[in-house]
């Protein structure tokens, strides 16, 4: 766990631009990755906000919004000498902006980045929902970043030769529940800038979202999300772990806490020995291997393991385990213990690394590649919430509850939390909770515990 957190933070560092773009910002790998994408930024934005300055964090925003579109669009790559105005990526950045509030709560940023937020959100609303059904629209199967899966040929079978060229539409479940996390952040925001009419018109677009998604996404047999179709507003019934974003949010309640269980912890769907595959196993042309219609592809999404998918499971699971079932905790801690074990080659402590995705049964990365040191999810943002329990909330109160993963010993010392550093030391199923060298609780690890902290 350690050696991983550390060099998880090498690989960041590594890929940090200072001085190349207008503000400071992390990369999303080597090679032809080694600049700003969108995809990625909201990763970055949870990883960095970790550290005492949120200058990173904040600017692997600001960068995308100094280049916003004139649609309200951000594009999906930012070029050292040029911006790639025909790319665009789905993402969530209205999670993001908040969960570096709850650590770095600044108003000044805040200001900065609501009226690009509100634009973006705009631009969903007009070209990516023109039936105003509140699901938004996918394009291309690159937007999403997960190209190469049956989810696009349900809907085109020709899907999977369209690069970046539009062509399909596809209602898609992560587009959806992303642009319900930028309507949360907006009517946040806005009640932060004491803009109470517009906080309340995004508090209800954020419930006229949740109502759509309730309504046509949910398959009441399946138990399950999915895709639409809006030719047919039929759902596409392929199941992939985009499916289970709704339980990132408070979209999904424990009426759908069933099928959440029955199938992301199926043997024959997603729970491999190395889960979670972006494609169900049962799926057709599901390949763990890495191929796509019998030919190995570079970023196949149709049955690999991605640890950005890992890292949405893993905020779906605690979702759910805080909300509608404690039992489920044990298993999270497993699964982010199997995510990082995943990333150390042939289990060698001395090879730790981050390829883009894994074979889900055996755990191998996808050497053939050549693509290691990749920042694509969000490890260390898992590791401090989960692993060492520190879960800053936007009310106010830091919620100290770290996952019983039978670890003997775990210490983290200067946490950054507003104004004050947090130390956490775990010892067996113990734990204690110091904030600026103080002592302020015990407890043991299976009994979270609420702190007020005064700025």
Not at 10 to 29: H, I, N, Q, T, W
Not at 259 to 283: C, D, I, M
Not at 337 to 357: A, C, Q, S, V, W
């Amino acid at each position: 766990m350690e050696r991983f957190y550390w060099y998880r933070w090498f690989g960041m560092r590594l890929f940090m631009m200072k001085d190349a773009y207008s503000f400071p910002c992390v990369c999303e790998g080597p090679a032809y990755f080694r600049m700003p994408i969108s995809y990625s930024a909201q990763c970055h934005m949870l990883e960095t906000r970790w550290m005492n300055n949120p200058e990173v964090a904040e600017g692997s925003l600001l960068n995308f919004i100094e280049n916003q579109e004139e649609n309200g669009s951000y594009p999906g790559n930012l070029y050292p000498i040029d911006i790639d105005r025909k790319s665009f990526y789905h993402a969530d950045f209205g999670t993001a902006i908040m969960e570096i509030y709850k650590v770095h709560p600044d108003i000044d940023f805040l200001q900065k980045v609501y009226p690009s937020l509100v634009k973006y959100a705009e631009y969903f609303d007009r070209e990516r929902d023109p039936e105003h059904s509140y699901l938004y629209d996918v394009i291309d199967q690159m937007e999403t970043g997960q190209e190469f899966m049956t989810r696009y040929t349900s809907v085109d079978e020709k899907a999977d030769l369209q690069m970046e060229s539009g062509g399909i539409r596809l209602k898609g479940v992560d587009a959806t529940c992303y642009q319900y996390g930028n309507r949360k952040a907006l009517s946040f925001i806005a009640e932060k800038l004491e803009k109470e009419s517009e906080a309340k018109k995004w508090r209800e677009e954020a419930g006229k979202i949740k109502k759509a998604v309730l309504k046509l996404m949910w398959d009441e047999n399946e138990e399950m999300f999915f895709d639409v179709n809006p030719e047919t507003w039929k759902r596409t019934n392929i199941k992939a772990a985009v499916c289970f974003y709704p339980y990132i949010y408070d979209i999904a309640d424990e009426s759908h806490l069933n099928g959440f269980v029955r199938h992301l912890f199926s043997k024959k769907e997603f729970w491999t020995s190395y889960p979670v595959p972006a494609t169900a196993l049962n799926e057709p042309l599901s390949s763990s291997f890495g191929e796509w219609k019998e030919k190995r592809m570079n970023c196949p999404w149709n049955g690999r393991t991605w640890p950005m998918t890992n890292s949405h499971i893993a905020e779906a699971l605690v979702n759910v385990a805080s909300k509608y079932d404690k039992n489920l905790k044990e298993k999270i801690g497993w699964f982010i213990k199997r995510t990082i074990e995943m990333m150390f080659l042939d289990g060698d402590l001395e090879y730790p690394n981050t390829f883009e995705h894994y074979n889900p049964h055996s755990g191998k990365p996808c050497l053939y590649r050549g693509v290691n040191d990749y920042q694509h999810s969000w490890i260390v943002d898992l590791i401090i919430k989960y692993v060492c329990g520190i879960q800053p909330q936007l009310d106010g109160t830091l919620i100290l509850d770290p996952l019983p993963l039978g670890l003997k010993y775990l210490k983290i010392d200067h946490a950054p939390y507003k104004e004050n550093k947090v130390k956490v030391i775990l010892e067996k199923n113990k734990f204690r909770v110091y904030l600026d060298g103080i002592l302020k609780e015990e407890s043991r690890i299976d009994e979270g515990v609420i702190l007020q902290v005064e700025v």
